[in-house]
C-alpha cells in the first residue's frame, strides 16, 4: 500500500532530476548537413588535408597555438598561447595560455605541444626532414599500431620544413626551434595542422586510427562519435577555456546529394544545409524562413598552363589566355556577385606582404589578338584537361572560357577527365588546366612557392620552371628583410602572372551554407564553421 | 546433377575472376590511387610516399599477382583511406543495406506478382490497363527522379517522414518505397505477360473444357508455367540484394554497400571496390545457381534432361 508520505518522497523524487536536467542543459542540438565529412575517413589535420576536413575540425575540435580569425579577415591571432615572441630569427617563444582543459580533463602544457610538433605524431621515427619514408615493404600498411600514415611525416615536413625541436622552458613555456631563419613561422603556427593534442590522449589509444578518431585536443567541442562516411556527432566540452559552448550537440551529417541536402533544411531535418551551389541560392531564398550566409574563402581558382605544350611554349600565347578572360562577367553570370576579383594570387591578411597595388591581366581582347599574331599563332588546338565540377561552377567555367578564349583567336578544346591522376598525367596533350590554390597562412610562401615554386606540384609534375621565379622562391622562404622579400614577391607575381605565365587567376572561390533564418550565427570567410559561443544568437 | 552443380561452380569461380580482374585493370588504368586520394593540392614528396607505401610504383602486373595471392589467402587488402581491412569495412555496411533491400524485395514480390497475375486473369479491363499505366510508370521512372518526388511530398510538404539519414526505422520507409516500387513494377509487367502466354496455351483450355475449376486451372496449371520467366528476375533481385540499392543509397544518404562503392570507386580504394565486386558477383552467381536449381523443380522436362546428361 502507498502512504502519503511516500507517494510525496516518489513525486519529489521524479520531479527532482526533471527539474535538475532542464536546469543544467537547455542548449539546443543542431544538425549541419555536408557533402563529405572527412576524406580519409579521420579527423587528424595532418592525415586530413582538406577544406572539407578544416570545416568540421578547425574552431569547434582543434585549436593551435596561434590560430586566424574567423570573425574578422583570417589574421593571425592567439589561441592557446598568449604570447609569441621573437628571440631571434630561428626562435619563437611562446607562453601557453594557463588553466586551458583537453577533453580528458587534463591541463595543457609544454609537454603537449612538444609531444604535438614531436616524432610521435608528426614526423615519425626520422625525426623532422629525414627524408625517410616509412617503408612497407611487401605488404600494405595497416594501423594495428601507433606507426604513422606514411602521408603524415611528408605533410608535416612540408608544413613546417625547418623544425628542428620545440625545446620546452617550463609547464607553459616553449620554444620553436627552427633550423633556419623562417620570418613565417608566427603564420606556419597558425595554419591548419599545427594544431595541439593531448600527450595522454594519444598514449591511450590503442592505435592511430583510433587516435585519428577522437582524438583528445582542447576546442570547444568533443568527438562522441565518428561513423566514417556517414556522421560525426560531437558534444559539448563544458570545460572550454574560451566558455560554456553554446551547443549541447553539434551533429555533421554525410549527404552526397545536393538536392537531398536543401530537401532535409526545408523539412527542418537539418539546421545547417553546406556546399549550396550558387545557381540553387534563389530557390533557398524564396522561402522566407531560410536564408544563404557565405561567401568567399582563402582559395583562389585558377587556370594553369603547361609551358612544354607546343603552342603555349610561346609566352604571348599564355598571356593571350590571361587577356581574354572577363572575370567579371563570371563572377557576375555564375556567382550571382558573391564572390570577388582578387588581386593576383595573394590575400589581404598577408599583411605587409600584400602588394596593394597589384591586379590581375586586363581584360583587353585586341592585346590578347594582337600578343597572338605577334606569336604566330596559327590556332593549333590547345587542350583544356577538364574534371566535371570539382571546384563549384567548374563546368559552366570551363565553357564560358573557352568562348572567350575562342573570341580572342586561341582555339581551346575541352577534354573531360575522370580524376586528378588523369589532369596530371604527362603527355602532348596536357597544356591548360584547372586548379585551385589557399592561402594556407599569413605569406606567399604558403601559396605561390608552396604551389608553383620548385617544390611545388606544377614544377614537380613539369609544367613549368623559371630560374629567376626559382631564385626568387629561396629568397622568399629563407629571407629575412621583408622589405627585401616583398620586392621579391612582387617580382614574382610579375613573372607567374604577367611576364612568364605559370597560371591566371580567376576569381575568389567561395562557399555558401543555407540556414534557418532564425538562427543567429554568422558564416566565416573560410571553410571552417564558427560555433563558439561568440557567433552563436549574437 | 553433380556434374551440373560442378560445371556451373566452375562457371560461376571463372565469372568471379573475370569481374574481379577486369574491375582490377578498370580502377587502376583509369587514374592514380595516390593522386586521387591525396586530392589535388598535397605536396608531391607525401603523394610520392603514399604511392610508396602501397606498391603502386610496381609494374602493374606485380600488383594484380600480388593481388591475386592475397585473394587465394583470404586476404582481400586494406582500405588505403584509413588502412581498415576492406572485408571488415564492407560487413560493417552489409546490415544497413540488407535492412533496405530485404523489405524492397518483399514490397516488389508482395505487390508485383498479385499485380501480374490479377492484371493477365482481367485482360484488357480497367484493372489490367491500370495495373500497366502503374506498372509502365513504375519501370520508367528512374529511382532517383522518384525518390526525390517522394521526399518532396512526404518530407518536405507533409513532414511526415524523414528525408535522409539512418537514425530510426522511420529514415527506412521512403528507401524502401522507392526500391520497392520499380522493381514490382518490373515484376508486374514479366509476370502479366508469363501469364497471358500460358493461359494461351492449349493445355489450359482443355482442362477448362474438361471442367476444372479456373481457380485450380490458375493455381494448379497456369501459375507452375509462367513461374518460369519470374523467378529469373527475382533470382536477379536476389542477386542485387547487396549492391542493388547504390542510387537509392545517395539520395538517402543511406550508410550501406552501395555508398561505400560509390565512394570508393571516386577514390580508387582498390581492395575496398573489388571486395564489394567480389561479393556481389558471387551473391549474384550463387542466386543464379539457385535459379537453374528451381527451373528444375519447377519444369520436370529440365530436370529429367539434367538427369539423362
Known amino acids: 500500500m502507498i502512504d502519503r508520505r511516500s507517494l510525496l518522497a516518489g513525486s519529489a523524487l521524479a520531479a527532482l532530476p526533471r527539474f535538475a536536467i532542464g536546469q543544467s542543459d537547455q542548449r539546443p542540438s543542431i544538425t549541419v548537413a555536408v557533402q563529405k565529412i572527412s576524406n580519409t575517413n579521420t579527423l587528424e589535420p595532418l592525415r586530413e588535408q582538406s577544406n572539407v576536413g578544416e570545416r568540421v575540425m578547425v574552431t569547434s575540435l582543434w585549436e593551435g597555438l596561434l590560430g586566424r580569425d574567423y570573425a574578422g579577415k583570417l589574421e593571425t591571432i592567439p589561441v592557446l598561447a598568449t604570447e609569441a615572441r621573437r628571440l631571434s630569427d630561428s626562435v619563437v617563444e611562446l607562453k601557453l595560455r594557463q588553466g586551458v582543459k583537453f577533453h580528458n580533463g587534463d591541463e595543457l602544457t609544454a609537454e603537449d605541444v612538444a609531444f604535438s610538433f614531436g616524432n610521435d605524431r608528426m614526423f615519425g621515427p626520422g625525426g623532422p626532414n629525414s627524408g625517410a619514408t616509412i617503408r612497407v615493404g611487401e605488404v600494405n600498411p595497416g594501423r594495428t599500431g601507433k606507426e604513422l600514415p606514411i602521408e603524415v611525416p611528408a605533410v608535416a615536413n612540408r608544413s613546417f620544413p625547418g623544425i628542428e625541436r620545440i625545446e620546452v622552458v617550463d609547464k607553459y613555456t616553449v620554444r620553436w626551434i627552427n633550423r633556419t631563419p623562417d620570418v613565417t613561422l608566427e603564420g606556419r603556427m597558425a595554419r591548419y595542422g599545427a594544431e595541439i593534442g593531448s600527450r595522454r590522449g594519444y598514449a591511450e589509444a590503442a592505435t592511430w586510427l583510433d587516435w585519428s578518431r577522437k582524438p583528445v585536443t582542447t576546442g570547444p567541442y568533443k568527438v562522441a562519435e565518428f561513423r566514417a562516411d556517414h556522421s560525426l556527432t560531437l558534444v559539448a566540452h563544458d570545460e572550454y577555456w574560451g566558455g560554456r559552448p553554446p551547443l549541447k550537440q553539434l551533429r555533421f551529417v554525410e549527404v552526397p546529394e545536393v538536392s537531398s541536402r536543401v530537401n532535409g533544411l526545408l523539412s527542418g531535418e537539418y539546421h545547417f544545409a553546406c556546399d549550396i551551389p550558387p545557381d540553387q541560392i534563389s530557390g533557398i531564398e524564396r522561402n522566407r524562413g531560410f536564408e544563404v550566409q557565405g561567401g568567399t574563402i582563402p582559395n583562389h581558382r585558377l587556370t594553369v598552363f603547361d609551358r612544354n605544350h607546343a603552342p603555349l611554349r610561346d609566352a604571348r600565347v599564355r598571356r593571350a589566355f590571361t587577356h581574354a578572360i572577363d572575370r567579371q562577367a563570371i563572377v557576375d553570370s555564375l556567382w550571382a556577385g558573391r564572390t570577388s576579383i582578387p588581386r593576383g594570387l595573394q590575400w589581404e591578411f598577408y599583411g605587409d606582404m600584400f602588394v596593394g597595388d597589384w591586379s590581375v591581366p586586363k581584360f583587353d581582347l585586341a592585346e590578347a589578338r594582337r600578343l597572338l599574331r605577334e606569336a604566330g599563332y596559327k590556332g593549333d588546338p590547345i587542350p583544356y584537361r577538364l574534371l566535371n565540377n570539382y571546384y563549384t561552377n567548374q563546368t559552366p567555367t570551363a565553357q564560358v572560357l573557352v568562348e572567350m578564349w575562342r573570341a580572342a583567336g586561341l582555339n581551346v578544346q575541352i577534354e573531360m577527365k575522370e580524376n586528378w591522376s588523369q589532369i596530371l598525367e604527362p603527355g602532348a596533350t596536357r597544356a591548360v588546366r584547372d586548379w585551385s590554390n589557399s592561402g594556407l597562412f599569413s605569406d606567399p610562401v604558403s601559396s605561390l612557392v608552396n604551389q608553383h615554386g620548385p617544390n611545388g606540384q606544377q614544377q614537380q609534375v613539369g609544367e613549368y620552371a623559371n630560374e629567376e621565379f626559382n631564385t626568387l622562391c629561396r629568397a622568399l622562404e629563407t629571407g629575412t628583410d621583408r622589405a627585401q622579400r616583398k620586392q621579391a614577391f612582387r617580382r614574382m607575381l610579375e613573372i607567374a602572372e604577367r611576364e612568364d605565365p605559370a597560371y591566371t587567376v580567376l576569381h575568389q572561390n567561395a562557399t555558401f551554407t543555407a540556414k534557418r533564418k532564425d538562427i543567429r550565427w554568422k558564416a566565416a570567410p573560410a571553410f571552417a564553421m564558427d560555433f563558439r559561443a561568440a557567433n552563436w544568437g549574437a | 546433377m553433380l556434374r551440373f552443380l560442378g560445371f556451373r561452380l566452375l562457371r560461376a569461380a571463372v565469372t568471379i575472376v573475370l569481374v574481379v580482374s577486369f574491375a582490377f585493370l578498370v580502377l587502376r588504368l ?30 602493374l602486373y606485380v600488383q594484380y599477382l600480388r593481388y591475386f595471392g592475397a585473394i587465394l589467402r583470404g586476404d582481400l587488402g586494406r582500405s588505403m ?15 544497413a543495406t540488407l535492412a533496405l533491400t530485404v523489405p524492397a524485395l518483399l514490397i516488389k514480390l508482395c505487390i508485383g506478382i498479385p499485380a501480374g497475375i490479377t492484371a493477365a486473369l482481367h485482360r484488357n479491363s480497367l484493372i489490367d490497363r491500370a495495373v500497366m499505366v502503374l506498372a509502365v510508370a513504375g519501370f520508367t521512372v528512374p529511382s532517383f527522379v522518384l525518390g526525390l518526388l517522394l521526399v518532396l511530398v512526404f518530407a518536405v510538404q507533409l513532414g511526415w517522414l524523414p528525408s535522409g539519414g539512418q537514425d530510426s526505422w522511420r529514415h527506412a520507409i521512403l528507401p524502401i518505397v522507392t526500391m520497392g516500387v520499380g522493381g514490382a513494377a518490373v515484376l508486374a509487367r514479366f509476370t502479366r505477360s508469363a501469364m497471358l502466354e500460358v493461359l494461351g496455351q492449349p493445355y489450359i483450355r482443355t482442362a477448362s473444357a474438361k471442367g476444372v475449376p479456373w481457380r485450380a486451372v490458375v493455381w494448379g496449371h497456369a501459375l507452375p508455367n509462367a513461374a518460369i520467366p519470374t523467378v529469373t528476375i527475382i533470382g ?14 545517395s539520395v538517402f544518404s543511406w550508410p550501406g554497400v552501395g555508398r561505400l562503392l560509390v565512394v570508393a570507386v571516386a577514390n580508387r580504394d582498390l581492395a575496398v571496390v573489388q571486395c564489394i565486386l567480389l561479393l556481389v558477383a558471387a551473391t549474384m552467381v550463387t542466386a543464379n545457381l539457385v535459379v537453374d536449381l528451381l527451373y528444375g523443380a519447377l519444369d520436370p522436362r529440365l530436370r529429367n534432361a539434367v538427369r539423362g546428361a
Open chain 2, 236 to 249: 536477379f533481385m536476389v542477386g542485387s540484394l547487396i549492391a542493388g540499392a547504390v542510387v537509392v543509397e
Open chain 2, 30 to 59: 583509369s587514374g592514380d590511387p595516390a593522386q586521387i586520394i591525396m586530392g589535388a593540392d598535397a605536396p608531391p614528396e607525401a603523394v610520392a610516399a603514399f604511392r610508396q607505401a602501397w606498391g603502386l610504383e610496381e609494374p
Open chain 2, 81 to 95: 583511406r584509413d588502412g581498415r581491412e576492406a572485408i571488415t569495412l564492407v560487413a560493417e555496411r552489409i546490415p
